[in-house]
C-alpha cells in the first residue's frame, strides 16, 4: 500500500487508488475497505512496472483478495461460520450435496409415489410431490436467516471501517447518507470499477476487456430476474389465487426463462474467463468460493430451466426435488459464500461515496 500511495501511476483505474490517497496509514478497517473496493480487474498488475519479476513483487489485485476474504470470515454471523470461508468450495459443495440428499430422500420417503414418478399436468402437480406449506416455511426460513446474516455482515464490516469518526475528527455519521447510497447502487449496478479506468478490464490477460462486466452483468441480473419470477409467483399464488405451474407465456415463467438464460451464459462465461486468466494476479485461495458460488448458480438455472421443459413428463417430480434441493442448498450458503460480496463492496461504494464527497483527509 504504501509503493502504491507514493507511485499513484494507478490512480485514474479505479475507486481503490483515490481511496488510498486520502489516507497516510492503513489499518485493519482501512484495508477491509480498500479490498472491498477492488473489483479485481487486475489493471494495475498489468500496468505495474514493479509487478514480479521485479523486486517489489507488488501484486495488488492478489493482496487485496486475500483482504477481502479476511473480512468475509470476520463479519460472518455467527462468527463460529467465518470458518467457512477457509476452503469455502469444499464447505459449499459438502452442504449443498448434503440439502440436495436430504430433499431427494424426503421425497422419496415421504411423497405419494405417483406424483413424484408419475406424469403429472396442471394446477397443484408441484405441489402434490411437495406441498406448498412445505416448500414456503422451508424456503421462507432459508431466505430470512441468510438475510439476517448478511445483514448483520453488513453492519460489522461497516462499523469496522471505521465509519464513524474521521482521524480529522468530523463526525461522519453511523449510517451512509441518501445520495451516498444512491451513487453507490448506481456504481454497483452499472459495475463502473469494472472498466480498468475505461477501456475495459485486463482480464483474462494482457489486453483489455469487457467480457467480464458483460458475464458478470448476465449473472447478477439473470439472478434478480429469477428472484423477481420468484416474488411474482408468490403474488399470483397468494393475491390472484392462481396455482403453479404457470403458462410459458405468463409473467413469472417469462421472467424466470430470461432470467435462467442470464444464469447459464453468465456463469459459463465467467467459468471460460477464469480457465484463460493469468493465474499470477488470482489468490489461489479464492478459486474454490468463486467457482462454487458460480457452479450452484449454474446448477440453479440448468435445473430450473429443465424442470420447465420436462414439467408434463414423468421427470417432473424427481427434477422438481434436485431444483429445489440446489435452491436450498444455494440459499443456506449465500451468507457464507461469494454472494457476500455484494453487500460488502456496496457498503464500501457508500462510503467511497462519502468520502469523495467531503474530500476529506483520513
Ligand atoms: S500497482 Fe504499481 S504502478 Fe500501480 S500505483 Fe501501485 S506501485 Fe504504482
Ligand atoms: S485490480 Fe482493478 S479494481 Fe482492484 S485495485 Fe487494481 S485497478 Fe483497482
Same mark, same amino acid.
Given at each position: 500500500?504504501?509503493? =502504491?500511495?507514493?507511485?499513484?501511476? =494507478?490512480?485514474?483505474? =479505479?475507486?481503490?487508488?483515490?481511496?488510498? *490517497?486520502?489516507?497516510?496509514?492503513?489499518?485493519?478497517?482501512?484495508?477491509?475497505?480498500?479490498?472491498?473496493?477492488?473489483?479485481?480487474?487486475?489493471?494495475?498488475?498489468?500496468?505495474?512496472?514493479?509487478a514480479?519479476?521485479?523486486?517489489?513483487?507488488?501484486?495488488?489485485?492478489?493482496?487485496?483478495?486475500?483482504?477481502?476474504?479476511?473480512?468475509? *470470515?470476520?463479519?460472518?454471523?455467527?462468527?463460529a461460520?467465518?470458518?467457512?470461508?477457509?476452503?469455502?468450495?469444499?464447505? +459449499?459443495?459438502?452442504?449443498?450435496?448434503?440439502?440436495?440428499a436430504?430433499?431427494?430422500?424426503?421425497? +422419496?420417503?415421504?411423497?405419494?409415489?405417483?406424483?413424484?414418478?408419475?406424469?403429472?399436468?396442471g394446477?397443484?402437480?408441484?405441489?402434490?410431490?411437495?406441498?406448498?406449506?412445505?416448500?414456503?416455511?422451508?424456503?421462507?426460513?432459508? /431466505?430470512?436467516?441468510?438475510?439476517?446474516?448478511?445483514?448483520?455482515?453488513?453492519?460489522? /464490516?461497516?462499523?469496522?471501517?471505521?465509519?464513524?469518526?474521521?482521524?480529522?475528527?468530523?463526525?461522519?455519521?453511523?449510517?451512509?447518507?441518501?445520495?451516498?447510497?444512491?451513487?453507490?447502487l448506481?456504481?454497483?449496478?452499472?459495475?463502473?470499477?469494472?472498466?480498468?479506468?475505461?477501456?475495459?478490464?485486463?482480464?483474462?490477460?494482457?489486453?483489455?476487456?469487457?467480457?467480464?462486466?458483460?458475464?458478470?452483468?448476465?449473472?447478477?441480473?439473470?439472478?434478480?430476474?429469477c428472484?423477481?419470477?420468484?416474488?411474482?409467483?408468490?403474488?399470483?399464488?397468494?393475491?390472484?389465487?392462481?396455482?403453479?405451474?404457470?403458462?410459458?407465456?405468463?409473467?413469472?415463467?417469462?421472467?424466470?426463462?430470461?432470467?435462467?438464460?442470464?444464469?447459464?451464459?453468465? @456463469?459459463i462465461?465467467?467459468?471460460?474467463?477464469?480457465?484463460?486468466?493469468?493465474?499470477? @494476479?488470482?489468490?489461489?485461495?479464492?478459486?474454490?468460493?468463486?467457482?462454487?458460488?458460480?457452479?450452484?448458480?449454474?446448477?440453479?438455472?440448468?435445473?430450473?430451466?429443465?424442470?420447465?421443459?420436462?414439467?408434463?413428463t414423468?421427470?417432473?417430480?424427481?427434477?422438481?426435488?434436485?431444483?429445489?434441493?440446489?435452491?436450498?442448498?444455494?440459499?443456506?450458503?449465500?451468507?457464507?459464500?461469494?454472494?457476500?460480496?455484494?453487500?460488502?463492496?456496496?457498503?464500501?461504494?457508500?462510503?467511497?461515496?462519502? *468520502?469523495?464527497?467531503?474530500?476529506?483527509?483520513?
Amino acid at each position: 500500500m504504501n509503493i =502504491c500511495n507514493a507511485c499513484r501511476y =494507478c490512480e485514474g483505474h =479505479c475507486a481503490v487508488f483515490p481511496a488510498m *490517497e486520502m489516507r497516510l496509514s492503513f489499518g485493519a478497517g482501512d484495508l477491509a475497505y480498500l479490498a472491498n473496493l477492488c473489483h479485481d480487474c487486475r489493471a494495475c498488475y498489468q500496468h505495474c512496472q514493479y509487478a514480479p519479476p521485479h523486486e517489489f513483487a507488488v501484486n495488488l489485485p492478489r493482496v487485496l483478495s486475500e483482504v477481502r476474504s479476511l473480512s468475509y *470470515e470476520d463479519t460472518a454471523w455467527p462468527r463460529a461460520f467465518g470458518r467457512l470461508y477457509r476452503a469455502n468450495g469444499l464447505a +459449499v459443495g459438502i452442504i449443498t450435496a448434503i440439502v440436495l440428499a436430504t430433499f431427494v430422500t424426503g421425497a +422419496v420417503v415421504l411423497a405419494d409415489p405417483a406424483a413424484l414418478w408419475g406424469v403429472n399436468r396442471g394446477v397443484g402437480s408441484f405441489y402434490a410431490v411437495i406441498p406448498h406449506n412445505v416448500m414456503v416455511v422451508l424456503f421462507g426460513a432459508a /431466505f430470512g436467516l441468510a438475510m439476517i446474516a448478511l445483514g448483520v455482515a453488513t453492519v460489522r /464490516f461497516w462499523r469496522g471501517m471505521g465509519a464513524g469518526v474521521a482521524t480529522s475528527g468530523e463526525n461522519i455519521g453511523t449510517g451512509p447518507c441518501v445520495a451516498a447510497s444512491a451513487r453507490a447502487l448506481h456504481d454497483a449496478a452499472t459495475l463502473r470499477y469494472l472498466d480498468g479506468g475505461g477501456d475495459g478490464c485486463t482480464y483474462p490477460g494482457e489486453a483489455p476487456s469487457m467480457a467480464r462486466r458483460w458475464f458478470h452483468h448476465l449473472t447478477a441480473y439473470g439472478f434478480l430476474l429469477c428472484f423477481a419470477a420468484t416474488c411474482v409467483a408468490t403474488l399470483y399464488h397468494y393475491g390472484l389465487g392462481i396455482e403453479a405451474p404457470y403458462a410459458v407465456t405468463s409473467v413469472p415463467v417469462v421472467l424466470g426463462i430470461l432470467g435462467g438464460i442470464g444464469l447459464i451464459v453468465g @456463469p459459463i462465461g465467467l467459468l471460460w474467463l477464469r480457465h484463460v486468466a493469468d493465474p499470477v @494476479p488470482a489468490d489461489p485461495g479464492r478459486e474454490g468460493m468463486d467457482a462454487a458460488f458460480i457452479f450452484l448458480l449454474l446448477a440453479t438455472s440448468i435445473t430450473g430451466l429443465a424442470l420447465l421443459a420436462l414439467r408434463e413428463t414423468a421427470a417432473m417430480g424427481l427434477l422438481l426435488t434436485v431444483h429445489l434441493g440446489i435452491v436450498m442448498g444455494l440459499f443456506v450458503t449465500l451468507p457464507y459464500g461469494k454472494f457476500v460480496h455484494g453487500f460488502l463492496r456496496l457498503a464500501a461504494l457508500a462510503r467511497y461515496a462519502i *468520502e469523495k464527497k467531503r474530500g476529506q483527509a483520513l
